[in-house]
């Protein structure tokens, strides 16, 4: 929430703008003064206690992205103020600057690419840019074992086995060492290279509803982690009960779309969601010996003050960041991964006595706190440990059936009955030239 004060309306005339003086409830206008608080939309209210409207939903999700840069690099900063004015005029366009430094422009199709361009060359930047070629965004996923073959025939018993065992025999073929060992069951074991860590991972892939169900309900999961971090800090929170409602639903409906033996109560057993910890995938806690605390203990009201629980072991955290960092970069092509599920069923840490001695002085140098120098003495562990926990995942991943997910835009076209065979025709044309075969829209509503 900010303070800001209006400074102009204008009535909006097609391109141009009338400035007024007072505009009367239930008209279209234009209000200066807000480039500095307002990004892509706002409530305005001279109350603080206004709450806030619902924000503005695109239909389009923006998928075909561009890396833009000036043609002469002494006009970056007008390149850059021009992008910020484009990403707050365009409520379905992204900018993202990536690790490489690039600009990155993020359109709904080719069309609203080239609108994009155009404006902001010749309104926002001013200047002279060089665009590389569209990118369209991949998702990399496991499928379950095929049950028909390449002609559309059912597969026998023995012809599945066979075509799953030669499935992850291409997986592993080149990649399986002394330190990776991979089950005929696609579980993968890994120890790290200093011989003190060990991990075993098995992946799965998620029912479509599922996924479905994370990828819209990011914004929950975000705040879920959020509170889940303040409790094993121990901070008090107060948790409104709208918040509440909203993770107890997202449990709810989870518990409804995962059933089955193979799903049996592994919403409790959620690890961690991913990538960037909100992400469609999920890690799962499947240790025996390893009671971490519940991913929605905020919906206990008895836990939202901090209580002494089960601890967490040390390098949980790990194992955590070797998982996001695996789906964050899948090993097909290094796009995030999309509706798998890993399942952590071995985790063994070894440590040598070396370390438990340095670690005791380290305590009672420090005035007898234990653990105070823990995380220091066990660095290299840690660091090979989140290593062994992406290469567990990556193998664990090929280990299934491999697919890349595409993009696509549904589209449904209304017209009348005297041009639906002219339009059949155009749109024979348009898929002819995007994908070089003839075929129209399965069904067109009249």
């Known amino acids: 929430m900010s303070c800001c004060s209006l400074q102009t309306l204008y009535l909006l005339m097609g391109r141009e703008l009338e400035e007024l003086e007072e505009v009367p409830a239930g008209n ?22 206004c709450p806030p409207f619902t924000p503005i939903n695109m239909e389009a999700t923006p998928i075909v992205r561009v890396a833009i840069e000036p043609k002469h690099p002494s006009e970056m900063p007008k390149l850059v103020r021009g992008m910020r004015l484009l990403n707050q005029a365009d409520p379905c366009a992204e900018i993202l600057i990536q690790e490489t430094g690039e600009h990155v422009l993020v359109t709904a199709g080719e069309v609203h690419l080239q609108r994009c361009l155009d404006d902001l060359r010749e309104r926002f930047a001013k200047v002279e840019i060089s665009v590389s070629k569209p990118i369209i965004p991949f998702r990399e996923t496991v499928v379950r074992p095929p049950k028909v073959d390449m002609v559309n025939e059912e597969l026998g018993k023995q012809q599945k086995v066979a075509v799953i065992h030669q499935v992850k025999d291409d997986s592993s073929q ?130 939202r003050t901090p209580q002494a629980g089960p601890a967490l072991r040390d ?47 380290s305590s009672e140098a420090s005035g007898g706190a234990a653990g105070s120098s823990q995380a220091d003495c066990y660095g290299p562990v840690s660091g090979q440990l989140i290593a062994a926990m992406k290469e567990a995942c990556r193998q664990a991943f090929q280990a299934q059936p491999q697919r890349l997910m595409a993009a696509m835009y549904t589209c449904e076209i209304m017209t009348t009955a005297d041009v639906l065979g002219k339009l059949q025709q155009v749109e024979t044309l348009r898929f002819c030239c995007v994908c070089g075969s003839g075929f129209g829209l399965s069904e067109l509503h009249r």
């Not at 971090?229 to 993770?247: C, F, M, P």
């Not at 090993?331 to 370390?355: D, H, I, K």
């Open 28 to 49: 279209v206008l234009g209000i200066g003064g807000l480039e500095d608080f307002v990004l892509k939309s706002a409530t305005l209210s001279v109350s603080p206690a």
């Open 174 to 303: 080149g990649r399986v060492s002394d330190s990776v060992q991979v089950d005929p069951g696609g579980l993968v074991t890994i120890t790290t290279p200093n011989r003190l860590a060990t991990v075993s991972v098995r992946a799965m892939p998620l029912p479509h509803e599922v996924t479905s169900l994370l990828e819209s309900s990011s914004d929950v999961i975000r705040t879920l982690e959020q509170i889940n971090l303040s409790l094993r800090e121990g901070k008090t929170l107060d948790i409104s009960s709208r918040t509440v409602e909203a993770i107890a639903g997202l449990k709810a409906q989870l518990e409804s779309l995962l059933q089955g033996r193979r799903w049996r109560d592994v919403v409790d057993q959620i690890w961690a969601f991913g990538p960037r910890r909100y992400g469609p995938n999920i890690l799962l806690n499947s240790l025996k010996d390893y009671p971490r605390p519940s991913p929605w203990q905020c919906l206990d009201r008895a836990s």
């Open 315 to 361: 390098f949980d955290n790990s194992i955590v960041s070797g998982f996001q960092l695996a789906t964050l970069a899948g090993p097909m092509c290094e796009e995030p991964m999309m509706g798998v599920c890993f399942s952590v069923e071995r985790w063994e840490v070894r440590t040598p006595a070396p370390l438990k001695e340095d670690a005791a002085r």
